[in-house]
T-cell receptor, first 111, second 114 residues
């Protein structure tokens, strides 16, 4: 479906720069976190995950950092490309069968 | 593999009408769930199922029913549509409730209730 759009925080970056998208999570007992990317008209797509026993995890051009002390999660995208333009959501696993999603951040990449 | 298939993609209902949003997956996933996405609020869990014959409520279950008679299908029923149910609905599935690669989402159903 179309993006939530209207009330999202927006991060605008120049193509080739690095992007950092932040997320504050709610529950100190959360033990698993995921970042999703949602392009216009599509469902969320898995990017990277991290368990609470880690503070950093790297993928291809993406890195997730977890700071449990302040309940903060970040997604770093290296050498941002126009195809990275999307809405990014963090999600936390609070209880065994549920993920709780954040409100999302729109990333706009300027050519 | 089709993944997670949702139908219809778009729907307009009048207040009080009922309808069923369809969700099917062909990955033999045990876990399936329904989310709604509203402006500025991310995705909120409506109902979920950990296997055939088992369903449970999520964060915002009121006004919706689900059933899971097969592993593949997880329909969401709106009993009496209200304008507050105008939203984009996503179905998701995974091998377990928390799979290392997260959920696979369908492409969504945009529902407007007038």
């Amino acid at each position: 479906g179309e993006n939530v759009g209207l009330h999202l925080p927006t991060l605008s970056v120049q193509e080739g720069d690095n992007s950092i998208i932040n997320c504050a999570y709610s529950n100190s007992a959360s033990d698993y976190f995921i970042w999703y990317k949602q392009e216009s008209g599509k469902g969320p797509q898995f990017i990277i995950d991290i368990r609470s026993n880690m503070d950093k995890r790297q993928g291809q051009r993406v890195t997730v950092l977890l700071n449990k002390t302040v309940k903060h999660l970040s997604l770093q995208i290296a050498a941002t490309q126009p195809g990275d333009s999307a809405v990014y959501f963090c999600a936390e696993n609070i209880r065994g069968n549920m993920l709780t999603f954040g409100g999302g951040t729109r990333l706009m990449v300027k050519p | 593999n089709a993944g997670v298939t949702q139908t219809p993609k778009f729907q307009v209902l009048k207040t009080g009408q009922s309808m069923t949003l369809q969700c099917a997956q062909d990955m033999n996933h045990e876990y399936m769930s329904w989310y709604r996405q509203d402006p500025g609020m991310g995705l909120r869990l409506i109902h979920y199922s950990v296997g055939a014959g088992i369903t449970d409520q999520g964060e915002v279950p009121n006004g919706y029913n689900v059933s899971r008679s097969t592993t593949e299908d997880f329909p969401l029923r709106l009993l009496s549509a209200a304008p507050s149910q105008t939203s984009v609905y996503f179905c998701a599935s995974s091998y377990t409730s928390i799979h290392p690669y997260g959920y696979t989402f369908g492409s969504g159903t945009r529902l407007t209730v007038v």
